[in-house]
């Protein structure tokens, strides 16, 4: 196959392909570089083209943003709703059952058949239906109402939590698609501009280059990372030399309070470090400075926070 002219190939579009995070790095560079030459005939009106599609950009980001937190936290709710019935409320219950009924007997049987199996394993959906089975069947037991009552209570908590989750994932998928187009559509007039720069400087293109983040786009490094962490456990996530002026996108997608640290070696525990934590189902814009003491350091690390439960991470370094 004939490989296309890498001239015809926009190199913004390929560095905004590693990160959201990179894509609006490289246009808020860009605009503020046209801004500050916005009275010159030449960069003037690219500004002008520009500027709007940038400010798409950023609305873009932001909602996605903030939408990625509110799923995160319903995800959350019901993961901790669904590590509750399986620790408490299915024995809790079970116990209120054979206050009634003797376990093994006819009607101990007809309300938990299989035990607790049915709420401690299966998808989330399968338990969240088995407790509705339990509600049906718990019924006009007078003996059973305040049984029924916690019950049909927890039901209503987990199903809300479990319809809130649904729909805030359909609300981050259509707020992503709004932001892949908005960077697409800022990269594309970026590489226009890029097109008139080369035809206005014909002799020397290079003169342009202080518009564009030439570093940042030039970067092949891997920007997104993400892991898990089992109770207690740190580990080093990658190498680098962070400006005082940057900062990383920072997300918790797991049930406990984890920390992020810059070590000085890659395999040092977070003892005697600045240790910035970020609490379960969130996500930080970590500035750098935040590492107090620590900013010249090169090993980004992270650790769970937590002696008991896993936990995972991710983490965009644009």
Known sequence: MIK??????????????????????ISTYTDAQLYTRRLDAFYGPLY?????????????????KAQGNVQISSTFT?????????ATKIALWDLQIQAVYAKGSAEYILLLAHGHKPYQTGTKLERINTIAQLITNLTGISALSATLTDVTNFYTSINTAETAQSGNKGTKKTNSG????AIANAMIEMF???GACTSNFKTDPSVCSPIFDMATIR????AVYMGSLIRSAYQMIAERTFLLTESIDAYN????????YMALNKDDAPTGYTVVTVLAGLTNTIDITQFTGNTTN????VVNLSSITAGSFKVDLG
């Open 192 to 194: 226009s501009i890029l």
């Open 253 to 260: 997608t797991g049930l406990t309070e984890i920390g992020y």
């Open 298 to 301: 090169k090993f980004l690390s």
């Open 219 to 222: 970067n092949q490094q891997q």
């Open 4 to 25: 296309t002219w890498s001239y015809f190939l926009n190199p913004f579009l390929n560095c905004a392909k590693k990160s959201f995070k990179r894509a609006v790095k």
């Open 78 to 86: 019901v993961r901790q709703l669904l590590a509750q019935l399986s």
């Open 178 to 181: 709004l932001l892949v187009t």
């Open 48 to 64: 002008t083209e520009f500027h709007p599609l940038h400010v798409l950009l950023l609305a873009a980001y932001n909602n996605w």
